[in-house]
T-cell receptor, first 114, second 112 residues
Framework: DAGVTQSPTHLIKTRGQHVTLRCSPISGHKSVSWYQQVLGQGPQFIFQYYEKEERGRGNFPDRFSARQFPNYSSELNVNALLLGDSALYLC?????????????FGQGTRLTVV | GDSVTQMEGPVTLSEEACLTINCTYTATGYPSLFWYVQYPGEGLQLLLKATKADDKGSNKGFEATYRKETTSFHLEKGSVQVSDSAVYFCALHAGNNRKLIWGLGTSLAVNP
């Protein structure tokens, strides 16, 4: 069974550019969450989507946006990139929105902004 | 607000030594508690979890007990191996919250 897949695995962007990160959840999982993990720190919550609706948003600027498609895959978009956006972006999928359900993480997308 | 505090690393141990990584939390209600592990070059993996007070999660020789009275969820292993070298994250998921709240992570290096 395929796990959570994220693409691309690595990318380098220039300040001011825009980036789109993609995530395919485990088959049957309807909830997708996005996290940002800066080197040496724990993940920080960005968004959660469940059944194609935004169910949670972390403390990130409006430059960050996301959406979930009918097949439950998801995109995270970041506009006007800053150097401080350099991080590992993690996608997690869960069967539902309940607190006891395990979150399965993808390998992440390593974004470097130069 | 909800938060997780875990002991700072890095932690360096010899093979077969005992491990304890402390984790305490602040949360409203009755959160579920998790330990995730991140091996070098890999993504986050759930190591163990506990969903109510006095529950003990266990996996791969690791254990953690949900202590509501001390708001703690310390990770323990009696005999570590070189393959346990990784970064360990304590996290919680509160009832009405849609997100996992994470500690800063504790890096563990086990030497042969």
């Amino acid at each position: 069974d395929a796990g959570v897949t994220q693409s691309p695995t690595h990318l380098i962007k220039t300040r001011g550019q825009h980036v789109t990160l993609r995530c395919s959840p485990i088959s049957g999982h309807k909830s997708v969450s996005w996290y940002q993990q800066v080197l040496g720190q724990g993940p920080q919550f960005i968004f959660q989507y469940y059944e194609k609706e935004e169910r949670g948003r972390g403390n990130f600027p409006d430059r960050f946006s996301a959406r979930q498609f009918p097949n439950y895959s998801s995109e995270l978009n970041v506009n006007a990139l800053l150097l401080g956006d350099s991080a590992l972006y993690l996608c997690a999928s869960r069967t539902g929105g309940g607190r006891n359900t395990e979150a399965f993480f993808g390998q992440g997308t390593r974004l470097t902004v130069v | 607000g909800d938060s997780v505090t875990q002991m700072e690393g890095p932690v360096t141990l010899s093979e077969e030594a005992c491990l304890t990584i402390n984790c305490t939390y602040t949360a409203t209600g009755y959160p579920s508690l998790f330990w995730y592990v991140q091996y070098p070059g890999e993504g986050l993996q759930l190591l163990l979890k506990a969903t109510k007070a006095d529950d003990k999660g266990s996996n791969k020789g690791f254990e953690a007990t949900y202590r509501k009275e001390t708001t703690s969820f310390h990770l323990e292993k009696g005999s570590v191996q070189v393959s346990d070298s990784a970064v360990y994250f304590c996290a919680l998921h509160a009832g009405n919250n849609r997100k996992l709240i994470w500690g800063l992570g504790t890096s563990l290096a086990v030497n042969p």
